[in-house]
């Protein structure tokens, strides 16, 4: 069976680095990676081939910047070309990007079946672009691969039990990635924090893009790395250029985008996670750390329950105060919420026919 895999931004990139090493050891399975660019950095992109072993690109689109509907737009007229080049059986699409979307429409619009892996997944804020692009995503998919039972709920209230596609619960690839890169974790180069220390990442667009939610944001991190322990903060790009365009000022210990093996070092060493990430959110639970989340909803709804995971939004005080409440704490994964790490196995069987 030929797959057609469509990925172009970092936590793809950590997703497909479980998956497709499965898939190459199914022996059932040839895929043909198209990366289209979305990110391109060398520490946003090829460092993750490298580390996580994942074969180089068949395609590079080299598609990025511009708005979402520019983007989405040259994604799909260049996607398209290459599906009826390559005449795969089915593509393998992941998340939530743009990436995501315009593999997805263009194969269904070629009557190429997808799959899309991370299925079901909703903050239910419209406002967000990858809330659209997951609900579109899973509309046109035939295999969606769910990573929890509430995304397993989310899709069944949609209607999906009614619709001739296969609704699969198989856990969360990026557990999988978790559990197997720990052991090659590696401090960051030129790292010289001896005392206990705070994790942070930065990056939604609702963050970013708000001037007054960024601000509130950068105050309470720098009174957290003044007053209470400090924060080691890997700044995404977008975040950096926003920052600086406003003027405002950070006092955190900033550094540039680290590879995934650095950035599990610092998840484990870390006393404490504060981020308004999708995945970090995960792999603070992951690696035994509390995570205080800057942002109004989450997707991954069964940490907030479990109470190792705080929505704080943007609010100055509520950002320190759970701070102060979280910092320190151990948790423990007692019930495998994410599947225990087998998810792309469970994947890549559905995918050969076999039991999962
Ligand atoms: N990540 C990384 N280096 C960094 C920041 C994040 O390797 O400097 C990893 C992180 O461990 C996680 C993924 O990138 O696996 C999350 O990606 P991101 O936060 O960009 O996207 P989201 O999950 O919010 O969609």
């Known amino acids: 069976m030929k797959i057609l895999t469509v990925i172009g931004a970092r936590p793809q990139f950590i997703k497909a680095g479980s998956v497709s090493r499965v898939l190459k050891g199914s022996g059932y399975i040839n895929e043909v990676m198209l990366h289209t660019g979305q990110h391109f950095d060398a520490n946003m992109s090829d460092v993750f081939f490298d580390q996580l072993g ?90 969606l691969f769910c990573p929890t039972d509430i995304a397993v709920s989310n899709l069944k209230k949609e209607g999906f039990e009614d619709k001739p596609v296969s609704v699969v619960q198989v856990g969360d690839v990026m557990q999988d990635s978790a ?43 720098s009174e957290i790395h003044e007053t209470i322990a400090p924060v080691v903060l890997p700044l995404h790009p977008r975040t950096r250029n926003v920052i600086h365009k406003l003027g405002l000022k950070l006092n955190a210990q900033v550094i540039d985008p680290v590879g995934y093996f650095e950035m599990v070092w610092l998840l484990g060493k870390s006393s404490l996670v504060l981020t308004d990430s999708g995945g970090v959110q995960k792999e603070a639970f992951f690696f035994g750390k509390a995570c205080v989340t800057m942002r109004d909803q989450t997707e991954w709804v069964e940490l907030i329950k479990a109470g190792v995971n705080e929505l704080v939004g943007a609010d100055y005080s509520s950002i320190i105060d759970s701070v102060k409440r979280h910092y320190g704490r151990v948790v423990k994964d007692e019930n495998e919420l994410y599947g225990g790490g087998r998810a792309a196995e469970r994947i890549a069987n559905y995918l050969s026919g076999q039991q999962i």
């Open 54 to 143: 994942i074969s180089r690109p068949n395609y590079q689109l080299s598609i990025h910047g511009g708005s979402h509907g520019e983007m989405t737009g040259r994604m799909l007229e260049k996607i398209e070309k290459v599906m009826l080049e390559e005449k795969p059986d089915r593509i393998l699409v992941y998340g939530d990007t743009n990436s995501t979307l315009a593999g997805a429409l263009a194969a269904a619009k070629l009557h190429i079946p997808v799959a899309h892996i991370e299925a079901g997944l909703r903050s239910f804020n419209m406002n967000m672009p990858e809330e659209i692009n997951r609900i579109l995503t899973d509309q046109v998919s035939d295999i």
């Open 179 to 221: 559990l197997f890169f720990a052991e090659k974790a590696e401090p960051p180069k030129g790292f010289a924090i001896s005392e206990e220390f705070i994790v942070a990442t930065l990056h939604r667009a609702e963050n970013t893009d708000n001037p007054e939610r960024l601000g509130s944001i950068i105050k309470a991190i």
